[in-house]
C-alpha cells in the first residue's frame, strides 16, 4: 500500500470509533486490524459515511445467515450494486439489455429454493467426481504452459483460468470463449465493488450488456437443441411447474453461477500460494507429507484466512437487536464473512496461519444457512486436485525476483489479489 493508504489503516485501528469508513478502499484491501478493533469494542458498527451496520463477529454473522426472515437478501436494485439509472447514457445502455430481478443469492425462500434446486444437480456429488478428471487435466495443462520458465504470474495464468475453464464446460460455453467470459465477470465483480468512477460503471454496463446478448442467443439455442450443461438446464426450467423462466431470470442465475463458479476460487488459490510462500514451516509440512489429509486441512485454512467472499449485503425486514445494537427495520447491513473467520472467540490466534488448527471446517467463507455458496463442494474439489497437482509439478514456491509486494484489490464484497509474481523449481522426475 501507499503511504496514504497504509495511514488509512494505522487511523482505524486508533482513532475514535465513528470516524472511520470500513468502505474506505484502503480498508477493504487491508481489514485486519479493524478487524479486530471492531470485535473487541463494536462488533455491529455503523459506518458514519454511509450508514450501514457492519456486523463482524461469528456467532452474530451465523446468526444473521440463518434467520432470513429477519436478514432479507432481497435488496433495492436487486442487490447487485449502485448502478442507478439517474446517469442518461447509462439509462440508455441498460435499455439495451434486460433487467436485474432476484434470483438464486438475491432472493429469499421459497422462490430463492425453486431457482436454486435447477442448477443443484450440477453440483451433486457424483457430477463432481465425474468433473475430477477434467480438472486434474486442466491443472496440468496450465502447467505445462510455464513450468520450462520457472516462473509466472499465478493469478492470471493458472489461479483464473482454471475455475474458468471447469464453470465454462459446466456451462455450455465454448472454451475459446473464455477472455469473454473473464471480462463479464470482470464487470460484475467492479459493479459489486462499490468502488468504480464514472466511466468504470458505464464500461461495466456496456460489458454486461454484451454478456447478456451473448447469453440470450446461447440461450435460444439450447431451447431448441438441449445439451447436458447448466445453460440447458436453466432455459428450460419451469417456476411453478408451468411458467418456464423468462430471460431476465435466466441471465440473472447464469450471472451467479459464472461469478461464483471461478472468481472465488480463483482468489483463494492464488491467496493459499502466498500463505504458503510466507510460511515455510506450513509449507514445509505439505512438502513432508503431501497426503490428501494434509491437503484438506491446506484448503480450509485458506478459505479461512482468504474469504474471499468476504461481505454480504442484507437487509433488516424488522426492528432487531444485534450484539447490543438496535437495527432499525431496512436498514441495509454487511454479513462480515471475513471478518467471522477472523474471530478470536471462535479460532485461537485467528490471524495466523495454520493447517494444523482443530476447528478448521467451523469456518464461514462460503457463507451459512440457505444462501450457503451453491458451487462450495465444486470449489474445495477444484482446489484439492489443483494443489495436489501444483505440488506434485513444482515445489519451492517464492517470490519472483524484483516481484512487487502483491496487494489486493478493493471490493465491498469480495477480497483477492490483483496479481502474484512467483519463482518455482520443477519437481525432478523419478
Not at 456451462?171 to 470482470?186: A, E, I, N, V, Y
Not at 468512477?197 to 454486461?208: N, P, Y
Not at 502483491?406 to 512467483?422: D, R, T, V, Y
Request: net charge negative.
Amino acid at each position: 500500500m501507499n503511504d496514504a493508504a497504509t495511514d488509512m489503516v494505522a487511523f482505524a485501528e486508533s482513532c475514535p470509533l465513528g470516524q472511520f469508513s470500513p468502505m474506505h478502499p484502503a480498508l477493504l484491501k487491508c481489514p485486519y486490524g479493524m478487524n479486530q478493533r471492531l470485535h473487541r469494542e463494536a462488533p455491529v458498527y455503523q459506518d458514519p459515511a454511509s450508514g450501514i451496520y457492519f456486523v463482524s463477529r461469528y456467532d452474530d454473522v451465523v446468526a444473521m445467515a440463518m434467520d432470513h426472515e429477519t436478514f432479507s437478501s432481497v435488496l433495492p436494485g436487486g442487490g447487485t450494486g449502485s448502478m442507478a439509472t439517474e446517469d442518461p447514457e447509462l439509462a440508455a445502455i441498460m435499455k439495451e439489455g434486460w433487467p436485474n430481478v432476484s434470483t438464486m443469492l438475491t432472493q429469499d425462500p421459497p422462490l430463492q429454493r425453486r431457482y436454486r434446486k435447477f442448477v443443484d444437480q450440477a453440483f451433486s456429488p457424483a457430477s463432481l467426481k465425474a468433473l475430477e478428471p477434467f480438472i486434474a487435466q486442466t491443472s496440468h495443462e496450465l502447467i505445462d504452459k510455464f513450468i520450462e520458465r520457472g516462473h509466472c504470474e499465478f493469478l492470471s495464468e493458472f489461479g483464473v483460468p482454471l475455475p474458468l475453464t471447469v464453470i465454462a464446460s459446466q456451462l455450455g460455453t465454448p472454451l475459446s470463449d473464455l477472455p469473454l467470459l473473464r471480462k463479464w465477470t470482470g464487470a460484475f465483480i467492479g459493479n459489486l465493488s462499490q468502488q468504480l468512477d464514472r466511466e468504470g460503471t458505464l464500461q461495466a454496463a456496456r460489458d454486461i450488456l454484451e454478456f447478456q446478448h451473448y447469453f440470450v442467443a446461447r440461450m435460444e439455442e439450447r431451447r431448441r437443441e438441449p445439451k447436458n450443461d447448466i445453460l440447458s438446464k436453466v432455459v428450460n426450467a419451469s417456476i411453478d411447474g408451468e411458467k418456464p423462466l423468462d430471460d431476465a431470470e435466466c441471465l440473472s442465475m447464469l450471472s451467479q453461477i459464472l461469478v461464483a463458479g471461478n472468481e472465488t476460487t480463483s482468489s483463494a488459490l492464488t491467496e493459499g500460494i502466498w500463505l504458503l510462500i510466507r510460511h515455510p514451516e506450513q509449507y514445509q509440512i505439505i512438502r513432508d507429507d503431501p497426503s490428501t489429509e494434509n491437503i484438506h486441512a491446506l484448503v480450509e485454512e485458506v478459505l479461512r484466512i482468504s474469504s474471499p467472499s468476504a461481505n454480504m449485503f442484507r437487509r433488516a425486514t424488522r426492528d432487531v437487536e444485534l450484539g447490543g445494537v438496535t437495527i432499525p427495520a431496512n436498514a441495509i447491513c454487511f454479513a462480515r464473512f471475513g471478518a467471522a473467520n477472523q474471530d478470536a472467540e471462535r479460532f485461537e490466534r485467528p490471524l495466523e496461519f495454520d493447517i494444523r488448527r482443530g476447528n478448521l471446517r467451523e469456518h464461514v467463507a462460503f457463507g451459512k444457512g440457505v444462501h450457503h455458496c451453491l458451487g462450495a463442494a465444486l470449489s474445495r474439489r477444484e482446489m484439492n486436485i489443483a494443489f495436489k497437482v501444483l505440488f506434485q509439478r513444482i515445489e519451492n514456491f517464492r517470490m519472483a525476483p524484483g516481484a512487487p509486494e502483491p496487494e489486493f484489490a478493493a471490493n465491498a464484497l469480495l477480497h483477492g489479489l490483483q496479481g502474484l509474481e512467483i519463482a518455482f523449481d520443477p519437481v525432478a522426475k523419478a
